[in-house]
């Protein structure tokens, strides 16, 4: 221990010096000579590796996360195409999600309706440790949620908050057949272990603040999720996690930062600067201490939003209570891995034996070996111990180090063929290396400092190592010129050659972090095309045009309406008051893929709906004047689109 720190304490000073003119370098890059750069990088066969012909389809497709927009964009790779949009944590005024009365409640949570979320990881459900398709759980970190994209529709189906969390970053990991989705806390909260967080002061950190690890259960059929119970762990903050595979399967890694706050110099091996931790939990003994009754019980008070596929209608369910579980009374649960001062991402091989812990103020990167950590396990190999928490000796768990794999390492992925790729968000740009021998093998610039990475498939057993989708954080000048905001850029990279070879730069919508990605087969087939009206169970849904209805009852006018090509019944609407509740049920009555109609009513305080075939939406609307004011389909349907419209009067009180 002694050693390593000593020399850690040796070389961080001199990284972040060198950091720091990397840093300089970079942004007097970016403005200089970024465009000459890129032709240097693009290969001269990237244009035909991209180019999808008009009318075919992409080999794949990518979910990227939107950030700060709390949106999933999808993409196609390899052409970049934009394919969709899926709103998740945002209200959204193309469809009208969070809008329309039936997807309001999907964004209610114990602090109110909650319109937007910071999204930073999307993760695709697995079977045997590969992504298949069904689902995609993604996370809110701002207001502590999960989410369920399911790609059948590619519609938000579930949110769930999360109690006892305060930015819920390292999420959402899914076990190997999704027998948990996995959610940590970033900020430790301080409990009172009577729901709600206490009021303690900060000179009560180290005792009174817990990080929480929340274990969702996910349903074999259906993708329901329910929170079986959390490990509220030491008060570190924890960053990012990744489970296990293969030999590791039962294990879920964390990051961790800010440990000083919760632990003594002496539990720190007295180097509380220079020293974060890894931690390390078995997912399996967990689930098996919560069965065994090791859980305690404390209340709280969390949102689940689920939509319901017949009705179109979401209903939220207010949770009461939460189990969990102490580490300090779970021996074997939990382990502790000395690592690099705060790192960032923490990324497992696709053996499961390596775990890569990027260090992003490290002038190396530590390559944790499982198997060693194992025998550490079995020989009580320990250096001292964090709130009853085994800490292992570095040197025990550790496989070795990538030495000076660029500045700034942030996330790792895999292909699948022995190879790691980290990217430097300092020195710009992607390194590969080799897991076995630790050396580095290629490097390419790309522009400009890159956050996460992607492999399709390069987070499970068995990568599709062809294609790399590296995202920036900084754009400058690979785009015209927009005002001071830019869209971000995410970049494709062949890798299926021993040299990396740049492909193509594309715009994406908002900021991502973390994306996915899988091959079109396994999700296409599946795609709804509509809902068959027939099996339309809204309770307000009319599926012939002459039971369309106007009726009162007290303050609460109900519109049941009909949309087809061309025409909106009723699409003249007396009756109605200033002050009254009009709540404009729509059905759509086409059979036919590809047929939206929309609705909105002037001056309406509201978007406008968009409804899919055999769907029905909801607008509510309460008129503030009198007067006759008409309303449309937006969605140009047919040549007679422009006469899809009517007219509803609002008479004085
Ligand atoms: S974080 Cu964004 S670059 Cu939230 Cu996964 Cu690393
Ligand atoms: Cu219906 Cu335009």
């Known amino acids: 221990m002694e050693t390593l720190i000593s020399k850690f304490k040796k070389v961080a000073p001199k990284a972040a010096l060198l950091m720091a003119v990397a840093a300089g370098a970079a942004l007097q890059g970016c403005n200089k000579t970024g465009g000459d750069d890129s032709d240097k990088a693009v290969d001269s066969d990237a244009a035909s590796a991209v180019y999808v012909a008009p009318g075919e389809h992409d080999e794949l497709y990518s979910f ?79 207001t502590p949620r999960v989410a369920r994209i399911d790609l059948k529709t590619f519609e938000t189906v579930e949110i769930m908050e999360i109690p006892n969390s305060a930015g819920n970053h390292c999420s959402p990991y899914p076990t190997n057949n999704n027998e948990y989705v996995i959610a940590g806390t970033r900020f430790s909260v301080p409990l009172d272990m009577k729901g709600g967080t206490a009021d303690v002061s900060m000179e009560e950190y180290k005792d009174k603040f817990r990080g929480s690890i929340s274990f969702i259960k996910v349903d074999k059929e259906d993708g329901d999720m329910e929170l079986d119970f959390q490990v509220l762990v030491p ?49 399996k003994l967990a689930a098996k201490y919560a069965a065994e009754g090791k859980a305690h019980e404390m209340p709280a008070n969390y949102y689940h939003n689920k939509l319901d596929h017949g009705s179109f209608q979401a209903k939220s369910e207010v949770k009461k209570t939460v189990r969990y579980l102490l580490p300090e009374e779970c021996p074997g649960m ?61 040197e025990s768990v550790l496989y070795g180090e990538v030495k000076e794999p660029g500045l700034g ?25 080799n897991v076995k021998d630790l050396k580095v093998t290629d490097r390419i610039p790309v522009y400009y400092s890159p956050g996460h990475l992607m492999i399709p498939g390069g987070d499970t057993e068995k990568p599709y ?9 900084i754009t400058k000048d690979r785009f015209l010129p927009t005002g001071p905001e830019l869209m971000h850029s995410a970049q494709l990279i062949d890798i299926s050659g021993e040299k990396m070879k740049m492909l193509l730069d594309f715009p994406t919508v908002a900021e991502p972090h973390y994306a996915q990605a899988i091959k079109a087969d ?25 039971d369309v209805s106007v009726t009162r009852k007290g303050k609460t006018v109900t519109v049941k309406m009909t949309a087809i090509r061309s025409h909106l019944t009723p699409d003249n609407i007396e009756g109605i008051q200033v002050g009254d509740t009009v709540l404009f049920h729509v059905t759509n009555l086409e059979q036919d893929w590809d047929v939206p109609h929309g609705f909105a009513v002037m001056g309406a305080n509201n978007a406008e709906t968009l409804i899919m075939p055999g769907a029905t939406q909801t607008l509510r609307w309460v008129p503030k004047q009198e007067g006759v004011f008409p309303f449309y389909c937006t969605d140009f349907c047919s040549a007679l689109h422009q006469e899809m419209q009517g007219y509803v009067r609002v008479s004085p009180k």
């Open 334 to 394: 939990m382990y502790l891995l000395p690592a690099p001062k705060s790192p960032h991402g923490i990324d497992v091989d696709p053996t499961g034996e390596y775990m890569v812990v990027n260090g992003k103020l490290a002038s190396s990167l530590p390559v944790f070996s499982f198997s060693k950590m194992e025998e550490a396990i079995k020989n009580k190999d320990f250096d001292g111990e964090v709130n009853g928490i085994p800490v292992f000796k570095y």
């Open 465 to 473: 190592g062809k294609y790399l989708v590296v995202m920036n954080k």
């Open 64 to 142: 990227l996360s939107g950030g700060f927009n709390g949106q999933m964009s999808v993409y196609g790779i390899p052409s970049g195409r934009l394919l969709k949009i899926i709103p998740v944590f945002s209200q959204f005024p193309e469809n009208g999600y969070g809008y329309n009365e039936e997807t309001k409640p999907m964004l209610q949570t114990s602090h109110g309706f909650v319109p937007w979320d910071d999204l930073h990881h999307p993760k695709l459900s697995r079977t045997d440790g590969m992504a298949d398709g069904r689902w995609l759980f993604v996370n809110g970190n701002n």
């Open 235 to 283: 008060g570190f903050d924890y960053d990012l996690a990744n489970g296990g595979k293969g030999p590791s399967n039962d294990w879920v890694f964390f990051t961790t930062y800010n440990t000083e706050k919760s632990a003594t110099l002496k539990e720190l091996g007295a180097s509380q600067n220079d020293r974060d931790y890894l931690a390390a939990i078995n997912w």
């Open 522 to 546: 396994l999700v296409a087939p599946n795609s709804v095309k509509f809902h068959k009206l027939d099996e339309n169970t809204h309770p307000e849904a009319v599926k012939n045009e002459k």
């Open 409 to 433: 390492p942030l996330h790792t992925e895999f292909d699948g063929k022995g190879n790691a790729y980290s990217t430097m968000f300092v020195s710009s740009e992607v390194v590969k290396w």
